[in-house]
């Protein structure tokens, strides 16, 4: 069974500064998606990226990108230029590829809780 | 819009009462899943469903119990044998498996449920 371990349940980071938040996995499969979400204290599910495990080039969407390195089963969110609405629990999320037999759902790791200092 | 409403988004129940949270999506999507989040737990998948008429077994579903008649419909009923009730719960959809992987999830804004 695939597993999603986030070893970092608390992080604070400096308003403007960058701050990288950790993921790791655990499969055997080779076709498989990453998300990252963010849950605000209005508790709101948000998308933040994701990542396709059969691309090596790494996601980026404005102030957030991924470090993906699919050997080591590593997915790191790196937040550049911080801003107070940043904060939040952050979700690493697994999906299995392909189709036949697959769930469709998301394996989630125990989150990461961001503080933003002004 | 196209979203994903949950109700409500507080609910009290007694002790030993079953009690039922409603999900309604408008997305045309065909796959719905029920989460639930306890503090440091993370989500956890209770119940989904690919196909209208048609649902399996998350990794908690001792003590509930789905329904999926409609396509934009997934209700959950929380039954007197889930020793702990009191949680916080997500419904989420998404496009049906194999259509695209990638999809994300679409979330809920949550129902928040405490039994006493």
């Known amino acids: 069974a695939q597993t999603v371990t986030q070893s970092q349940p608390e992080m604070s980071v400096q308003e403007a500064e960058t701050v990288t938040l950790s993921c790791t996995y655990d499969?055997?499969?080779?076709?498989?998606?990453l998300f990252w979400y963010k849950q605000p204290p209005s508790r709101q599910m948000i998308l933040v990226i994701r990542q396709e495990a059969y691309k090596q080039q790494n996601a980026t969407e404005n102030r957030f990108s991924v470090n993906f390195q699919k050997a080591a089963k590593s997915f790191s969110l790196k937040i550049s230029d911080s801003q107070l609405g940043d904060a939040a629990m952050y979700f690493c999320a697994y999906r299995s590829g392909g189709y036949g037999g697959s769930q469709g759902n998301l394996i989630f790791g125990k989150g990461t809780k961001l503080s933003v200092k002004p | 819009d196209g979203g994903i409403t949950q109700s409500p988004k507080y609910l009290f129940r007694k002790e030993g009462q079953n009690v039922t949270l409603s999900c309604e999506q408008n997305?045309?999507?065909?796959?719905m899943y029920w989460y639930r989040q306890d503090p440091g737990q993370g989500l956890r998948l209770i119940y989904y469903?690919?196909?209208?008429?048609?649902?399996q077994k998350g990794d908690i579903a001792e003590g509930y119990s789905v329904s999926r008649e409609k396509k934009e419909s997934f209700p959950l009923t929380v039954t007197s044998a889930q020793k702990n009730p009191t949680a916080f719960y997500l419904c989420?959809?998404?496009?049906?498996?194999?259509?695209?992987?990638?999809?994300?999830?679409?979330f809920g804004n949550g129902t928040r449920l405490t039994v006493t």
């Open positions: 989420a959809s998404s496009w049906q498996a194999g259509a695209s992987y990638n999809s994300p999830l679409h």
């Open positions: 469903s690919q196909i209208v008429n048609d649902f």
């Open positions: 499969t055997s499969e080779s076709d498989y998606y």
């Open positions: 997305l045309n999507h065909d796959a």
